[in-house]
């Protein structure tokens, strides 16, 4: 058995936030989620800020949102939301601040107090006694794919690691995708935040739960990627480009909301956590290594699509558009492979992981 | 700019209803919507009937849906849903009963009334003053797509042809795609209905709104069908094939709720509302004399994807599975043309089209 759900309504295309004041104003009193420069300069935010002072809705900007959020600064958000009278939110942002968004639309409904029935990380358990604030997305990167999907990615240093909630209540009512927002990012966050996405969908496509409602999306943002790969080496994008990579980014997310991701993301997380590396670079050094244990032939439809021969060449590529990782000691390995081989994405892998396969893949991937 | 919605969640796989009371049950006193003979002949009756006392929920069996359903028929049923106190709706059947559904939901929460604001043809608004009821929908033939678009496609006497409302609250919640609803289909009914599928798709990848959101899953629907038009010949179906037809034609709504339909629809209408000839069939007649207008490049890969070599490949193939039409006259098409030159759906044709070339594409598949 399969299953296919994706509620929410994409809009792709230049100025469709301009161009759909009905779809981005969900509700009286919006509170905009976003991180400290993104929204302001993508241009979304101006955009956003356009469309509601034009039709006189009043809102609230949180520009609170670090990379990687931390849950008690969630709480301060859904604490903020609730001071301000803010009824729906509109997320601006890459992966952080829309995933920041989720977390903040559940605290603002559903208030953690301490031995209570609802405590600070009760927000892992994805079922709450409220709904969650309606919300929007804007995403100022191609990667996430968070604006389609049920998962939240919230750093907790309890455990020392990312961990993610999922609420079929958390997916926003309308995803906003124009390359302009894009199109003036830093080329190393393009490139991460490509990869991010090509990982989305090579782990959604070789996926133990991939299935017939995802793997043909998977190779369909494959193709799509496949074709800017030289662009994405020169940093020569145009709006169009940009558009084609955030439409690829969403089918990562949809993908991933179907199927789940790998040990690629799980072992990822501590790259991130513990030596800040971007998320989608962090998945990237780790993707070949990965590949090693899968099917051939599912693996070769991955490299058909992306128009490259071999995972030699793949790994070859990915070592032409990520920066070095250095000074990575075995130590570290046994620590992040301890952790990561906790996660719940384990059990998605279509092969049987082990502690010490993971501390070879990362041996292999970064030594 | 294009865009993607489609809100419904898919379950597909064998037993899928019996497995999830929970996305089956979304009220406390359900009417089940279903043709005569449909949703007892395919089993899906039984299946959702065992659910139902199972949970011991209350329901009321409507089962009066006639093929291509007429209206009044519909302000009917919406008026006994009231009477009966029924809050949600299981659909079961092809797509007279799930479109069927579409129009009781609407007419059960808005009763229509003479000299009112809101009339018996005000349903073709879309809009309307209360939310229709929520809905399931568990479709018995693959063919119709119903299951996940917010189309409801109405016989109209007084215009003497279809006539279909649009309403973003007439998606069903969930739909239920298990095979063994359709393998005891007669074959002339699995072939006219897969027909239909493939028209969908066809007609949704050569549309002139046709997107990003809607080519890959064309594509993918008609590959599916490709792999099965010689047991659409034979007649020699399993539960696996049945589930897999089942799938692209749902990938067929899916695609026809981003692009709508195109001539071939509307010119079929006339085909079923005259003479009765069975939707899927009528638009077979009608697919290749469409097509020759098309871009050839598009053409082709829909016929690549059917893995057919040519049009006349595709002819000669729907000659073999649609049983011969007779006793067309020129005044038929005339009267015929007339009247389907007036479709919405002649906007969506990727080339303008004036009244004489419909005469002349239903002469041409027709005489």
């Given at each position: 058995m399969f299953k296919f759900h994706m509620p929410t309504k994409v809009l792709v295309g230049e100025s469709c936030v301009l161009e759909n004041p009905q779809e981005l104003i969900i509700g009286k009193h919006a509170l905009i989620v976003t991180g400290k420069s993104s929204g302001k300069k993508s241009g979304a935010l101006d955009d956003v800020i356009k469309v509601l002072e034009n039709n006189k809705i009043p809102y609230h900007v949180y520009d609170k949102i670090e990379n990687n959020p931390e849950i008690n600064d969630m709480a301060r958000g859904g604490s903020f939301a609730r001071t301000s009278g803010c009824d729906f939110i509109i997320a601006i942002g890459g992966g952080s601040p829309l995933d920041a968004a989720k977390a903040i639309g559940v605290y603002a409904t559903n208030e953690p107090k301490e031995n209570?029935?609802?405590?600070?990380?009760?927000?892992?358990?994805?079922?709450?006694k409220n709904k969650p604030l309606p919300m929007v997305a804007i995403p100022t990167t191609a990667g996430t794919g968070s604006e389609v999907t049920p998962y939240s990615i919230l750093t907790l240093h309890k455990e020392k690691t990312k961990k993610s909630f999922t609420c079929v209540h958390s997916f926003f009512k309308t995803a906003f995708l124009d390359g302009r927002y894009t199109i003036n990012l830093p080329v190393l966050v393009a490139r991460n935040t490509a990869v991010d996405a090509m990982c989305h969908l090579i782990e959604g496509y070789t996926n133990?739960?991939?299935s017939p409602s995802s793997d043909y999306m998977a190779i369909e943002g494959l193709r799509i990627i496949g074709k800017h790969l030289d662009k994405l080496q020169s940093g020569d994008f145009d709006v169009e480009s940009c558009t084609q990579l955030l439409w690829a980014s969403t089918l990562g997310g949809i993908v991933i909301s179907q199927t789940g991701t790998t040990i690629v993301h799980s072992m990822g997380y501590e790259l991130t956590y513990f030596r800040d590396i971007p998320h989608g670079q962090a998945n990237g050094y780790l993707l070949c290594e990965y590949l090693k244990g899968v099917d051939k032939a599912r693996v070769q439809n991955c490299l058909d699509a992306l128009n490259l021969k071999s995972l030699e060449e793949l790994k070859e590529y990915l070592g032409k558009i990520l920066p070095r990782v250095d000074n990575i000691t075995e130590n570290d390995i046994l620590e992040w492979s301890s952790i990561s081989i906790k996660a719940k994405n384990v059990a998605s892998c279509p092969y049987p992981v082990t502690q010490e396969m993971e501390i070879e893949m990362y041996k292999n991937s970064l030594m």
């Amino acid at each position: 058995m399969f299953k296919f759900h994706m509620p929410t309504k994409v809009l792709v295309g230049e100025s469709c936030v301009l161009e759909n004041p009905q779809e981005l104003i969900i509700g009286k009193h919006a509170l905009i989620v976003t991180g400290k420069s993104s929204g302001k300069k993508s241009g979304a935010l101006d955009d956003v800020i356009k469309v509601l002072e034009n039709n006189k809705i009043p809102y609230h900007v949180y520009d609170k949102i670090e990379n990687n959020p931390e849950i008690n600064d969630m709480a301060r958000g859904g604490s903020f939301a609730r001071t301000s009278g803010c009824d729906f939110i509109i997320a601006i942002g890459g992966g952080s601040p829309l995933d920041a968004a989720k977390a903040i639309g559940v605290y603002a409904t559903n208030e953690p107090k301490e031995n209570s029935d609802f405590e600070l990380y009760d927000i892992f358990s994805g079922t709450y006694k409220n709904k969650p604030l309606p919300m929007v997305a804007i995403p100022t990167t191609a990667g996430t794919g968070s604006e389609v999907t049920p998962y939240s990615i919230l750093t907790l240093h309890k455990e020392k690691t990312k961990k993610s909630f999922t609420c079929v209540h958390s997916f926003f009512k309308t995803a906003f995708l124009d390359g302009r927002y894009t199109i003036n990012l830093p080329v190393l966050v393009a490139r991460n935040t490509a990869v991010d996405a090509m990982c989305h969908l090579i782990e959604g496509y070789t996926n133990k739960k991939a299935s017939p409602s995802s793997d043909y999306m998977a190779i369909e943002g494959l193709r799509i990627i496949g074709k800017h790969l030289d662009k994405l080496q020169s940093g020569d994008f145009d709006v169009e480009s940009c558009t084609q990579l955030l439409w690829a980014s969403t089918l990562g997310g949809i993908v991933i909301s179907q199927t789940g991701t790998t040990i690629v993301h799980s072992m990822g997380y501590e790259l991130t956590y513990f030596r800040d590396i971007p998320h989608g670079q962090a998945n990237g050094y780790l993707l070949c290594e990965y590949l090693k244990g899968v099917d051939k032939a599912r693996v070769q439809n991955c490299l058909d699509a992306l128009n490259l021969k071999s995972l030699e060449e793949l790994k070859e590529y990915l070592g032409k558009i990520l920066p070095r990782v250095d000074n990575i000691t075995e130590n570290d390995i046994l620590e992040w492979s301890s952790i990561s081989i906790k996660a719940k994405n384990v059990a998605s892998c279509p092969y049987p992981v082990t502690q010490e396969m993971e501390i070879e893949m990362y041996k292999n991937s970064l030594m």
